[in-house]
């Protein structure tokens, strides 16, 4: 009787599987991920956003107290006031509006527009805006609101009306010239291009509503008592002012701080709200060079002062201040720094276009090479340096910090210490382009005088002051050591000198020294400051004067579980005293969780939950000991969960139901020795539906080091370049992503090593089909893959993205994309020569698949696109072309306008059909599609696409 039980079950569950559907390139666009995650302050509410991939997302608040959820279609960039009794976000318009707008190729102002959505926490009710541009709330204080209105729609007809909620006013206000910014209604088609547009304000509290009119930027005060904005007034209604104003939110009463028409932004508050500044200009419209300023206010003052001008003492000459520099009051609200810049030269309008030389010239001496230069051109033009002025002093004077020499400068003690920490890499920019790194001098800057001192020279990793200014911590890959600089005293400490554990990558396998494991902060007022090894958090006196201590106790690397500290207070400067939440990784199991540890002794962390789960950071409750999180592996997809102690969880969403309709799969840790003895592991998927007893094709897809991934989460997506690994598994395919490791100087036998044995050991068993093997690779990948089929015979078929097949022509070409000389990739980094070409050119032509091509007998299909900024786009024709000589079977996919990875929505549904299409036909017999067999001609492009399976053979 038991025995047909169990047969009757067995015949359940097979039937199930059998049910279960394979995913289609169909299912892409509706599957669900969690965008963002939040928590309210007071730890009640949790907000999160379920996005399609291509579709309407929706915005969900859950309430942990009466379990109430409201769902908004489309909403995102949720904001919580402080008091937790409101959340503001942006509805985006539906996904099919804005498409059917795009094919209509309508203008932008006639796109379809944002709306506003703000949520009552205590009511649950929902009100919306349409045609919102922007909002923002007050980081601290009550439930305050405002949102800057977009232009009005101008497709229609005279007549319509504004919303009603841009309106709607509540408060009275007295008769005067400042009237004219208030308004109750709006003159629908008026023509604002070179107008702002109406900015409400509304204390959500009391209901309380106020309508600006033309708004062009808009800032509130930390506290909310301030609201600051800047209007252009109208050339239609020449009786509404310009200028800007600062409205009080709690009195209500409207201060003119400057009248009359300009450019005016980057506002800016002290911590406490009582003084403000900005830049502006008042410059003729048609002036091209304008003269900006930086303007001052404080509560005592009732229009905005000229705080610093072209004219002002310690301005350099041709200089003056940066419209696109950051400004920032010192916490103790006694300095403002801003950014100035050298005065740009106007255009010569006297030089006709077509009558001179369009070109770019090279020259050896160039910090930079003109393509990084073009690169970068808009960043340079907009470059500022570092100033400071005492708002106070009776004698003001401008104090730079920066300047065309040592450009780059970062405040210390968000302000308030005597110095800036700045820095330079002149001189060492050239040597860049092969050592893949800028070599940098470090500055004390004394901000009342600008004078500098030099106290480090040639630093290739970080730099940083203390939180108090205290020291000066620093990395120096060169040994390996983390060091400490005495501000009080200049002495330099060598933090790890005498410990034997390592604080840089013990993994390192390129031609470079390696990097730290980094630092997770400073303890109260300077006194120690805690960094990483591989496993564990040391905690070290900054002047040397007690011994290194290992607060995790040694247990992290007893354990090779890596621990690392979470930040809960996204405004923390000192890790607080008491219980810390650390997050923990296992090494051997690939598992995640997180203990709880006091890093004020050397006790053993306390596991608080570790399980086959990828987690997400925790998003704590500013008041509250509540967190959020995302928690997902393979067969789990990511959803959002909320926790008290991490112990006892609570499911707040969940993504994909539609999951369970298909065949998923599983993933398993895979462990083997390579022929010279190496240790390695990889991942294996097998399909839900896996019988041992039948046999699968296997495709096997590489980057470097993928097995720390085993439980995460991979969404059925069309790729952009990568193996749809959900998608093959789905279609009873097996995917086995082994680790790799590399010798200096011959990457190509490294990858051979490690991926051919751990295919070996795959093949060791029954269900694994040994004669229908494929690989996949993309980039670095992608040259692993050409570099392979020169090498053996022993896959069915291949598929090489963006691939490097002649080291020897890449060695010299360019990184587009960023405009640097690929020199440095092979000398330094990923590609692993570790010498140049003229140093070691045997090796370049070793490692380059190109040369060995005659030996190549398995089917490839190669990506290669002309736009890649990262692989020159003739290494894939020079693979294609090599072989297409040959009479080898090989196939060239050239995506137009294109770059490294796929990113235009619709070529990465393309590609994932013919990669399908490829290894279907190749390792399970299925029919070859017309572009396989026939090509595509160049006059049927954009007409046909030859998906079309045909009956012959490619």
Excluded at 687 to 699: A, G, L, S, T, V
Excluded at 842 to 859: A, D, G, I, R
């Amino acid at each position: 009787m038991h025995k047909s039980i169990t047969i009757i079950l067995l015949f359940f569950v097979s039937l199930a599987h059998a049910q279960k559907k394979p995913l289609d390139h169909k299912v892409y666009d509706s599957w669900e991920s969690i965008a963002t995650k939040q928590i309210s302050d007071n730890g009640l509410w949790a907000a999160y956003n379920v996005a399609q991939q291509e579709g309407d997302a929706k915005q969900y608040f859950s309430n942990f107290s009466t379990n109430q959820k409201v769902v908004v279609p489309r909403g995102t960039g949720v904001k919580f006031s402080a008091d937790s009794k409101f959340a503001g976000f942006t509805i985006k318009p539906l996904y099919q509006e804005t498409r059917t707008a795009r094919i209509k190729k309508k203008k932008a102002d006639d796109m379809p527009k944002d709306s506003l959505g703000y949520i009552n926490l205590t009511t649950g009710a929902v009100t919306k805006v349409a045609r919102v541009k922007s909002f923002k709330m007050p980081e601290l204080g009550t439930a305050l609101l405002a949102y800057h209105l977009d232009k009005l729609d101008t497709t229609k007809k005279a007549g319509s009306t504004a919303t009603p909620a841009a309106t709607a006013t509540s408060t009275p206000v007295k008769k005067d010239y400042t009237d004219l910014l208030f308004a109750d209604d709006d003159k629908p088609g008026a023509d604002k291009k070179a107008e702002g547009t109406d900015l409400i304000f509304k204390n959500l509290i009391t209901g309380t509503t106020r309508t600006f009119k033309y708004v062009t930027d808009y800032s509130f005060s930390k506290n909310g008592k301030q609201l600051i904005f800047a209007a252009s007034g109208s050339k239609k209604d020449k009786a509404a002012p310009a200028g800007v104003f600062v409205y009080n939110t709690e009195k209500g009463g409207l201060k003119t701080l400057i009248k009359g028409k300009g450019t005016f932004k980057n506002f800016v508050f002290d911590e406490d709200g009582e003084q403000l500044a900005f830049v502006g200009e008042m410059d003729p419209e048609k002036q091209e060079i304008k003269s900006y300023h930086v303007y001052y206010n404080s509560l005592n003052l009732d229009t905005a002062q000229v705080l610093v001008d072209n004219e002002i003492p310690g301005m350099p000459t041709k200089w003056n201040v940066s419209p696109d520099a950051k400004l920032t009051f010192s916490k103790d609200a006694t300095k403002l720094y801003f950014g100035i810049a050298p005065i740009k030269k106007p255009k010569d309008t006297t030089l006709v276009d077509f009558e001179n030389a369009k070109l770019d010239i090279w020259g050896y001496k160039d910090d930079y090479l003109q393509p990084m230069q073009l690169k970068n051109m808009d960043r340079e033009l907009k470059r500022s340096y570092l100033s400071v002025i005492d708002i106070f002093n009776s004698d003001p004077k401008v104090i730079p910090l920066a300047d065309l020499n040592v450009p780059d400068a970062n405040l210390v003690k968000k302000g308030d210490a005597s110095y800036v920490l700045a820095s330079t890499d002149a001189g060492n920019r050239i040597q860049m382009q092969w050592t893949a790194e800028s070599l940098r001098d470090i500055y004390m800057v004394d901000v009342k005088t600008g004078q500098r001192r030099k106290i480090l020279s040639g630093m290739n990793s970080m730099v940083t002051a203390s939180p108090d200014g205290n020291y000066i911590l620093f990395f120096d890959k060169r040994t390996s050591g983390w060091y400490s600089y005495t501000v009080a005293n200049g002495k330099t400490v060598h933090l790890n000198k005498d410990l034997q554990e390592k604080f840089a990558d013990e993994d390192n396998d390129v031609p470079a020294d390696p990097s730290s494991y980094g630092m997770a902060g400073w303890a109260d007022n300077d006194k120690a400051v805690y960094i990483y090894d591989r496993y564990d958090i040391w905690a070290f006196s900054p002047e040397g004067k007690s011994a290194p201590k290992n607060v995790t106790n040694g247990y992290g690397r007893q354990n090779k579980i890596t621990l690392r500290y979470q930040k809960l207070d996204p405004e923390e400067v000192f890790i607080k005293k008491g219980t810390s939440w650390l997050d923990a990784f296992n090494n051997v199991t690939k598992e995640n969780g997180f203990f709880k540890k006091d890093l004020g002794n050397t006790k053993n962390p306390e596991l608080v939950v570790m399980a086959k789960f990828k987690y997400s950071d925790l998003v704590k409750a500013k008041n509250a000991d509540r967190v959020v999180y995302e928690k997902a592996n393979y067969t789990n997809a990511p959803n959002v969960f909320s926790s008290l102690d991490l112990k006892a969880e609570v499911k707040l969403s969940s993504t994909n139901p539609q999951q369970q309709n298909y065949n998923w799969g599983t993933a398993e840790l895979v462990k083997w020795t390579t022929p010279k003895g190496y240790k390695s592991e990889g991942i294996l998927y097998k399909p839900e539906n896996f019988d041992p007893n039948k046999k699968y094709p296997m495709i096997v897809y590489f980057y470097e080091k993928l097995s720390d991934g085993l439980y995460s989460y991979q969404a059925p997506a069309p790729t952009p370049s990568r193996l749809n690994i959900p998608f093959f598994v789905s279609n009873e395919y097996l995917v086995f992503a082994p680790d790799i490791s590399y010798e200096t100087g011959y990457p190509g036998k490294s990858a051979m090593e490690y991926i051919n044995s751990g295919v070996e050991e795959l093949k060791k068993n029954a269900w694994v089909d040994g004669a229908k093997i494929g690989i996949q690779g993309q980039s670095w990948g992608g040259y692993q893959v050409a570099y392979l089929i020169t090498q053996t015979d022993m896959y069915a078929a291949a598929w090489a993205g963006a691939p490097v097949v002649n080291m020897t022509s890449a060695y010299g070409g360019m990184r587009w994309e960023s405009g640097m000389s690929r020199q440095f990739q092979y000398e330094k980094t990923q590609s692993r020569i570790g010498a140049t070409l003229w140093e070691k050119p045997e090796l370049y032509m070793e490692n380059s698949p190109l040369f060995y091509l005659p030996k190549v007998n398995t089917p490839v299909a190669i990506m290669s696109n002309d736009a890649d900024g990262a692989v020159p786009y003739y290494q894939g024709i020079e693979m294609f072309t090599g072989l297409r000589r040959l009479g080898k079977p090989a196939w060239l996919l050239v995506y137009n306008n294109e770059a490294h990875n796929l990113v235009q929505r619709q070529n990465r549904k393309d590609i994932s059909i013919r990669e399908q299409q490829f290894f279907d036909h190749y390792l399970k017999g299925a029919k070859a599609p017309q572009w396989m067999v026939t090509g595509v001609p160049a006059t049927e492009k954009g007409s046909n696409w030859g998906f079309e399976l045909t009956d012959a053979k490619p």
